[in-house]
């Protein structure tokens, strides 16, 4: 499978993929990506962000040697930095959104499944590390994130208009306060080979998971 994982930057995407590697040692990371284009100040500069989704889009269409792969960040990321670049400067011209649309539609559709890492999972943990005027704009962007995920999931065909065989990957939202509760949620999804877990499996996991959780509630 192919398989992404996104979030706002510090949100624990890497922490995340390198404990999925363990429990899954058939997943390989996806190729590095220029961190020169990663930094804080890419997010103030359209052409900077312009590069990073092409870097994404190319990323996502390319297949690898490999049958399993993860990768640290997507398209998803990109179009909800250029979503909260757009809400920054209402000047800009909403043709040139229309084309980040078209690129976004067209890579998300590469992913089997998209893990969602929301950014009140690590608020207090932030108020410790960063400026104010950090935290204020990771917790607007994940506004944007979230509008995203909400929108796959209202099944908004404004939003997500797909007409493709391929259509739009799942779109799960990890919770959990430690890395353990995550891969407990992405294990719900992928079975102990690396495969998607059918729909009908899922549930009955889902409920033994539980079932486990309030047993070692109860001692």
């Given amino acids: 499978m192919k398989i992404a994982v996104c979030g706002v930057p510090t949100v624990g995407k890497t922490e995340l993929i390198e404990n999925v590697m363990k429990m899954w040692p058939d997943y390989v990371k996806s190729c590095d990506k220029d961190e020169k284009l990663y930094n804080p100040e890419s997010r103030y500069d359209i052409s900077k962000l312009d590069k990073?989704?092409?870097?994404?889009?190319?990323?996502?269409?390319?297949?690898?040697?490999r049958k399993n792969v993860i990768h640290d960040g997507c398209v998803f990321d990109a179009f909800a930095h250029i979503l909260m670049f757009f809400g920054m400067h209402p000047e800009a011209d909403p043709?040139?959104?229309?084309?980040?649309?078209?690129?976004?539609?067209a890579a998300i559709q590469y992913y089997d499944v998209i893990f969602y890492i929301p950014y009140r999972t690590k608020y207090k943990k932030d108020l410790e590390k960063i400026t104010k005027d950090e935290f204020v704009y990771l917790t607007k962007l994940d506004e944007f994130y979230s509008e995203i995920f909400n929108q796959w999931k209202q099944n908004n065909e404004s939003m997500f208009p797909f007409t493709s065989s391929m259509g739009c990957p799942p779109i799960i939202e990890i919770f959990g306060k430690t890395v353990a509760d995550q891969i407990n949620v992405i294990s719900l999804y992928v079975d102990e080979n690396g495969d998607a877990i059918p729909p009908a499996q899922k549930t009955e996991q889902k409920i033994k998971t539980e079932e486990s959780k309030g047993k070692q509630n109860d001692e």
């Avoid at 990073?52 to 040697?65: S, T």
């Avoid at 043709?95 to 539609?105: I, S, T």
């Fill in 52 to 65: 990073i989704m092409d870097e994404f889009v190319n990323e996502a269409m390319f297949v690898e040697g």
């Fill in 95 to 105: 043709a040139v959104l229309a084309k980040y649309q078209g690129l976004f539609y």
